[in-house]
T-cell receptor
Framework: GAVVSQHPSRVICKSGTSVKIECRSL??????MFWYRQFPKQSLMLMAT?????????EQGVEKDKFLINHASLTLSTLTVTSAHPEDSSFYIC????????????????FGPGTRLTVL | KQEVTQIPAALSVPEGENLVLNCSFT??????LQWFRQDPGKGLTSLLL?????REQTSGRLNASLDKSSGRSTLYIAASQPGDSATYLC??????????FGEGTQLTVNP
């Protein structure tokens, strides 16, 4: 099956620093990628939709200046958590959409392994 | 707004038992429904995907059903094993490629 990688898998940083997380689709081109956040024992919360070549679309309540998304190529999207604080500590998961033959109805999301961010 | 609910939130069973996980959604206008498995600290593994026109899908010991009109899906696990212990998430696909996830069911299979 399709493979999506995330780097790093785990990061610990000091409060106030910025952290960049990469999401790569390794064997297909993805015009759309999604970024999710997951708190312990909770489900995935969609943060934003990353579209190659255009601005990301953020979900209500997600600060776009806090969580910068760049989808510079068809295989790479990055999420930068700017001026991170302890409340930003979470598990961040990306997914990449592989287009289907019949458009949006048949496309498939493949998920990365996640990145554990801990802000001290 | 689509809302997905999973019951129970947690389940503990002895090895060998058959079990059913439940998922319900509020808006029946879905393209498909997908069941995922998530191990602690890991990403998601897709288990089964049911298109809106389908009633069920099977893979090995897993069987997922979909009743779109009533907004319900079940995941049936036969002859459960300790290796099945994980969190099971259901997600529905609505507009475009968006997935809406349930809160998950944390399953523990005791040897």
């Amino acid at each position: 099956g399709a493979v999506v990688s995330q780097h790093p898998s785990r990061v610990i940083c000091k409060s106030g620093t910025s952290v960049k997380i990469e999401c790569r689709s390794l064997d297909f081109q993805a015009t759309t990628m999604f970024w999710y956040r997951q708190f312990p024992k909770q489900s995935l919360m969609l943060m934003a939709t990353s579209n190659e070549g255009s601005k990301a679309t953020y979900e209500q309540g997600v600060e776009k200046d806090k969580f910068l998304i760049n989808h510079a190529s068809l295989t790479l999207s990055t999420l930068t958590v700017t001026s991170a604080h302890p409340e930003d500590s979470s598990f961040y998961i990306c997914s990449a959409v592989r287009p289907g033959l019949a458009g949006g109805v048949t496309d498939t999301q493949y998920f990365g392994p996640g990145t554990r961010l801990t802000v001290l | 707004k689509q809302e997905v609910t999973q019951i129970p939130a947690a389940l503990s069973v002895p090895e060998g038992e058959n079990l059913v996980l439940n998922c319900s959604f509020t808006d029946s206008a879905i393209y498909n429904l997908q069941w995922f498995r998530q191990d602690p600290g890991k990403g998601l593994t897709s288990l089964l995907l049911i298109q809106s026109s389908q009633r069920e899908q099977t893979s090995g010991r897993l069987n997922a059903s979909l009743d779109k009109s009533s907004g319900r899906s079940t995941l049936y696990i036969a002859a459960s094993q300790p290796g099945d212990s994980a969190t099971y998430l259901c997600a529905v696909k609505t507009s475009g490629s968006r997935l809406t996830f349930g809160e998950g069911t944390q399953l523990t299979v005791n040897p």
